[in-house]
């Protein structure tokens, strides 16, 4: 076995809920089946990982906690308890969501007045009706009219968080798909409704709706594409890829709601689960033979071994950088470069 790297954990990913009402299209919609125990975290589940982390090395070098992983934060009544906890006891640490305007209306004054969080994130992949058909049960216009009702609120109570919108559009998914796995999303191969040639690609259009909204320091970009909801598609897996994920397991814990550690954000369904702090502490699970094995096996490229979802690793990747984005991230390292870069921005 090669010499394990010496574990910082700097990002700590949390599952407030693993329930969600979205149903996206590129969710995959196996995403946590499996967990049989809590779907929303509870207190004392909450507590039990906040206190080994302030009686833990990782107090000091934690960054970042994001509470949505896999689920929508929001169905968890006591999330503005957790928050006001995590920035009493941890005011350094940022705190990331991502917002799913269904259930977070309720909850936006507080988080805004007592500025809980650092970065909202939020999916506005559209603004179109009959693309939003495709793409989500979440309406667009009350996902836009949300982010409105953020940025006054924020305006209200002068707080600090930032924004950030991405945009997933129905006509680069499919592109996307079409050309990675030889096929069309699952979830709409069966909808006659559906029709390749009469989706356009409408990210210009939701941007310029949405950049009056934002402020310094806020940002709209297109989202990256991952393909975890079309692994069905896939005949023969290729398995020549790296896993992504090998730089970042020493610095990332990912906690569903109901104490399970898993080792990947693309894991959807905790196939990858070293163990539950319900067991054994956060530490013993870290350094546990079975996440040592799990890593071991991804870095030696033994997909097969581990079986779903790692035998998808295809699926994982990102897509290259076009030709424009490697132009710009170039641009990017000069300051004449920026310069450039966010004065055309500006003007699209
Ligand atoms: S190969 Fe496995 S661990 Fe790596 S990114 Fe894909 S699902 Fe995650």
Redesign the pocket.
């Known amino acids: 076995m090669s010499k394990q790297k010496k574990c910082e954990i700097k990002h700590l990913h949390l599952s407030f809920s693993d329930l969600c009402g979205g149903n996206c299209l590129y969710c995959p919609e196996v995403r946590a089946t499996s967990n049989k125990g809590d779907r929303i975290m509870r207190e004392e589940t909450f507590n039990r990982i906040l206190n080994y982390v302030l009686q833990s090395s990782i107090k000091d070098t934690l960054k970042t906690i994001t509470i949505s992983e896999n689920g929508n934060c929001f169905l968890n009544k006591n999330i503005i308890n957790y928050l006001r906890t995590i920035r009493q006891k941890l005011p350094e640490v940022k705190t990331i969501a991502y917002i799913n305007p269904q259930g977070s209306q309720r909850y936006q004054e507080d988080i805004t007045k007592e500025n809980l969080l650092d970065d909202i994130w939020v999916n506005i992949d559209t603004l179109d009706k009959e693309y939003n058909k495709f793409l989500s049960k979440i309406d667009y216009l009350f996902a836009f009219e949300s982010l409105e009702k953020l940025v006054d609120l924020r305006k209200k109570y002068q707080s600090n968080f930032k924004i950030h919108v991405l945009t997933l559009t129905l006509k680069k998914y499919l592109d996307i798909c079409k050309k990675r796995t030889g096929d069309y999303p699952l979830r709409l191969k069966n909808n006659s409704q559906f029709n390749p040639k009469l989706i356009k690609d409408d990210y210009r259009k939701v941007k310029r709706k949405i950049k009056p909204l934002l402020s310094k320091g806020d940002s709209i970009n297109r989202s990256f594409i991952y393909l975890?909801a079309e692994y069905q598609n896939i005949k023969t897996p290729r398995l020549n890829?790296n896993?992504?994920?090998?730089n970042a397991?020493d610095e990332n814990i990912f906690i569903n709601p109901d104490g399970k550690l898993y080792?990947?954000?693309?894991?959807s369904n905790y196939n990858?689960s070293y163990g539950n702090i319900k067991e054994k502490s956060i530490g013993e699970l870290i350094f546990s033979q079975k996440r040592k094995e799990?890593i071991e096996l991804?870095k030696n490229r033994e997909?097969l071994k581990?079986g779903f979802?790692?035998q998808?690793?295809q699926?994982?990747q990102r897509e290259k950088p076009t030709l424009r984005a490697k132009i710009i991230s170039r641009m990017k390292r000069y300051s004449w470069g920026k310069f450039v870069v966010n004065k055309l921005k500006r003007e699209i």
């Open positions: 975890w890829y896993c992504p994920m090998l397991f080792l990947c954000c693309y894991d990858l799990l991804l997909y581990i979802p790692c998808y690793v699926l994982c």
